[in-house]
């Protein structure tokens, strides 16, 4: 079965620091991987996605998440938190791509980064 | 921009009401989704959606049914409201695989409509 482990249910981080939100997944098959962002009382926005390719993929806002396939991790990370970054993140898996009822998302539960000034 | 509209953002109802929650979304999606959102579970899937009056469960369905009626427009119905179903409710749609030659996957969400049930 897919599955998606955040470790963390929170993660603090001082402005201009480095950040790091940890995700590991579990997939039968090649896993698609996909990192989304909530900010409060809002839906989720997608923020970047690994398919295939280069291992370090960048995304929106900043961010970028490094594939690591022999620890099936896709940790995201940000050179330079900034208070507005503060907001909840969400990891996803599939391992098809290509519809039906395989190819939908697995979450994982979320970890909420806060960043103070 | 791809736009997926969820008719209400807040709702109280009592228990027992049937409650409906409507999501339109803009750009000629096939798929479309509901999940709930709750503290420490993150998001689980509740019905999808591959096309028209086309449905399938997802982890939880229980207590809930989906209509898709036209493309655009997925609904929600709890045909019954109980206290347990108080929670985040998010519309989401995707073209999920191969669209113009490129990959794609991601899903766009709507605002998320919070259901109270007293």
């Known amino acids: 079965a897919q599955s998606v482990a955040q470790p963390e249910d929170q993660v603090n981080v001082a402005e201009g620091n480095p950040l790091t939100v940890k995700c590991t997944y579990s997939?039968?098959?090649?896993?698609?991987l996909f990192w989304y962002v909530q900010y409060p009382n809002r839906g989720l926005q997608f923020l970047l996605k690994?398919?295939?390719?280069?291992?370090l993929v960048k995304g929106s806002y900043g961010f970028e998440a490094e594939f690591n396939k022999s620890q099936t991790s896709f940790h995201l990370k940000k050179p330079s938190a900034l208070v507005s970054d503060s907001a909840l993140y969400f990891c996803?898996?599939?391992?098809?791509?290509?519809?039906?009822?395989?190819?939908?998302?697995?979450f994982g539960k979320g970890t909420k980064l806060s960043v103070k000034p | 921009d791809v736009k997926v509209t969820q008719s209400s953002r807040y709702l109280v109802k009592r228990t027992g009401e049937k409650v409906f929650l409507e999501c339109v979304q803009d750009?000629?999606?096939?798929?479309m989704f509901w999940y709930r959102q709750d503290p420490g579970l993150g998001l689980r899937l509740i019905y999808f959606?591959?096309?028209?009056?086309?449905?399938e469960k997802g982890d939880i369905p229980e207590g809930y049914s989906v209509s898709r009626e036209k493309k655009e427009r997925f609904s929600l119905i709890l045909e019954s409201a109980s206290t347990n179903q108080t929670s985040m409710y998010l519309c989401?749609?995707?073209?999920?695989?191969?669209?113009?030659?490129?990959?794609?996957?991601?899903?766009?969400f709507g605002e998320g409509s919070r259901l109270t049930v007293l």
């Open positions: 997939v039968s098959g090649n896993p698609y």
């Open positions: 750009m000629d999606h096939e798929n």
């Open positions: 959606s591959y096309d028209v009056k086309m449905k």
């Open positions: 996803a898996v599939t391992s098809h791509l290509y519809g039906g009822s395989q190819g939908n998302l697995i």
């Open positions: 690994y398919i295939t390719g280069d291992n």
């Open positions: 989401a749609s995707s073209y999920l695989g191969l669209a113009g030659g490129l990959v794609t996957g991601e899903l766009f």
